[in-house]
């Protein structure tokens, strides 16, 4: 996220005080599940015309799974609210990886699923880990969304030079892509906010668990666009 951070959090909930567990809040049978609605509508509703192929929709319904209710909300109403949910599908994740049609969804579902299993591979069609810690939710959710950005880039650039740096950066335009949705959770729950902005920032001064955190989601992130693309191109 960049320097603007979208709420000062921090300030209200120093990471010195975020707990290691029990910040996943559960949610009723009754909430709906926004994430697999959008999961529905990819496939036969309203956004169907868009050809997402059906082995990126399987992934991400997977990973659905492993989300907690509150993270997929928060997942769906930033996806929705981007406004550019069509760019995000669609899209090419870059010139020098991923660089096909669909290439930002299938770099951000690849990245989400290193976050939970470093040694998942997508070809063998095994599934996630049955449980997945809290904390690997965060990374893998803040993995997903790390260049959400992008569909506010006319043009696609490189990212292989930003895995030299020594802490990598989200795109510029995460926190304006999520800044409503994150204002929401944090209402709702603001401990979960807090993590998503602390592991999302790069703020010095972090406690060992962020910096953990923070670098699961990089190294993630980073193997997503070592990776190469299963997708045919279109």
Known sequence: MNSDSIDRSWRALPALRLPLSGF?????????NLLATLVRR?????????GVPADLVYRLACLCSRWSPDLQEFIAQ????SGN?????????????????????????????????????????????????ELQQICSATAF???LGKVYSEHPGQDL?????????PHAD???????????????????????DQVAGRRSGATAAVRAARAL??????????????????
């Open 24 to 32: 996943l809040e559960e949610r009723g049978q009754g909430v709906d």
């Open 42 to 50: 990819i496939t036969g509703g309203n956004l169907a015309y868009l």
């Open 78 to 81: 930033v996806l929705e609210r």
């Open 85 to 133: 949910l069509d760019h995000f599908l669609t899209q090419p994740a870059a010139t020098d990886h991923h660089a096909d049609m669909y290439g930002l969804l299938e770099a951000s579902i690849t990245a989400a699923e290193f976050a939970m299993n470093a040694d998942h591979d997508a070809r063998s069609r095994k599934p996630l880990p049955p449980i997945v810690s």
């Open 145 to 147: 969304l790390f260049d």
């Open 161 to 169: 030079p930003r895995s030299a740096r020594r802490q990598l950066q």
């Open 174 to 196: 995460l926190s304006r892509c999520w800044r409503s949705s994150w204002t929401t959770l944090a209402r709702r729950n603001p401990i979960l906010a807090a993590w998503l």
């Open 217 to 234: 989601t990089h190294n993630a992130v980073r193997a997503s666009w070592r990776s190469d693309s299963q997708l045919l191109p279109v």
